[in-house]
């Protein structure tokens, strides 16, 4: 099964930025789209957005609308995830992961998973 491996998370201030990278272990790595989720103590896994390979096509959940930017460099094999005006919600385990079906939003449609990064945001 191919690894996802994440960085970027840490602690930032309410009104900063952050930027989440994520990458597939294998170069090879065949899957159509890298999607970003967000969990919270207690909580399910919830979508924050997603981007497809090779058109560079997003699509986000509402909270994130305006703040958050997801974009990928092909030759770095790379999605990131540009977090702006991040509030003290935003606060989460973000889990990159990866899925064949376009606008998928569910858990059960993405099939690869990294092991997290903590982004916590201060008040």
């Known amino acids: 099964q191919v690894q996802l491996v994440e960085s970027g998370g840490g602690l930032v201030q309410a009104g900063g930025s952050l930027t989440l990278s994520c990458a597939p272990s294998?170069?090879?790595?065949?899957?159509?789209?890298m999607g970003w989720f967000r969990q919270t103590p207690g909580n399910q896994r919830q979508f924050v957005g997603a981007?497809?390979?090779?058109?560079?096509?997003?699509w986000d959940t509402e909270s994130v609308k305006g703040r958050f930017t997801i974009s990928r460099d092909n030759a770095k094999n790379t999605v990131y995830l540009q977090m702006n005006s991040l509030k003290p919600e935003d606060t989460g385990i973000y889990y990159c992961?990866?899925?064949?079906?376009?606008?998928?939003?569910?858990?059960?449609?993405?099939?690869?998973w990294g092991q997290g990064t903590q982004v916590v945001v201060s008040s």
């Open positions: 981007i497809e390979w090779k058109g560079g096509l997003t």
């Open positions: 294998e170069r090879t790595f065949s899957r159509h789209v």
């Open positions: 992961a990866a899925s064949d079906f376009f606008g998928a939003t569910a858990v059960a449609a993405f099939f690869d």
